[in-house]
T-cell receptor
Framework: KQEVTQIPAALSVPEGENLVLNCSFT??????LQWFRQDPGKGLTSLLL???SQREQTSGRLNASLDKSSGRSTLYIAASQPGDSATYLC?????????WGAGTKLIIKP | NAGVTQTPKFRVLKTGQSMTLLCAQD?????MYWYRQDPGMGLRLIHY???????AKGEVPDGYNVSRLKKQNFLLGLESAAPSQTSVYFC????????????FGNGTRLTVT
């Protein structure tokens, strides 16, 4: 059974720092891995999607990597801003279903 | 440019009452999903649909039923609400399973007393 874990559960850093969020999964047979952002009281917004054949994807200040053999993905946020404060969730597409991590709550201090 | 719309946004039910949550998407998507989100936990899949007229059970289907009579709508029903069903419910959709991201609604916050 696929399980997805995100560490840490919460992270607080000063504005301007580069940071890394972690996501691990137990079964390497995945179709893709996705990173989402969730703001309080809102739905989820897709940030990056990495296909199983890819190693990384980039969008602006965000870079996501995927290492299927070790069951790990990282989301790198460069030059963090207060507007980046949100909960970040990763999910793996496994057998037509997305299996989700519990998320990392990120606070960027001005 | 509505995307995925969920109604209602909030609801309070008493134990034993029934209700239906509506999800509507205007993107002609094939796949639709119902999730619940509880504090400290990831999203858990309740039911999903791979096309009009189809439904399938997800990870936590007990106490819920769904219908997909029209391609654009995916209904989630609670026949006899229980306090354990207090949660935030999200609907999501995707066109094809072709590495396109999920589109989410803004959620329905349900409280069962």
């Amino acid at each position: 059974k696929q399980e997805v874990t995100q560490i840490p559960a919460a992270l607080s850093v000063p504005e301007g720092e580069n940071l890394v969020l972690n996501c691990s999964f137990t079964d390497s047979a995945i179709y893709n891995l996705q990173w989402f952002r969730q703001d309080p009281g809102k739905g989820l917004t897709s940030l990056l999607l990495i296909q199983s054949s890819q190693r990384e994807q980039t969008s602006g200040r965000l870079n996501a990597s995927l290492d299927k053999s070790s069951g790990r993905s990282t989301l790198y946020i460069a030059a963090s801003q207060p507007g980046d404060s949100a909960t970040y969730l990763c999910a793996v597409d496994s057998n037509y279903q997305l299996i989700w991590g519990a998320g990392t709550k990120l606070i960027i201090k001005p | 440019n509505a995307g995925v719309t969920q109604t209602p946004k909030f609801r309070v039910l008493k134990t034993g009452q029934s209700m239906t949550l509506l999800c509507a998407q205007d993107m002609n998507h094939e796949y639709m999903y119902w999730y619940r989100q509880d504090p400290g936990m990831g999203l858990r899949l309740i039911h999903y649909s791979v096309g009009e007229g189809t439904t399938a059970k997800g990870e936590v289907p007990d106490g819920y039923n769904v219908s997909r009579l029209k391609k654009q709508n995916f209904l989630l029903g609670l026949e006899s609400a229980a306090p354990s069903q207090t949660s935030v419910y999200f609907c999501a959709s995707i066109g094809q399973r072709d590495n396109s991201p999920l589109h989410f609604g803004n959620g329905t916050r349900l409280t069962v007393t």
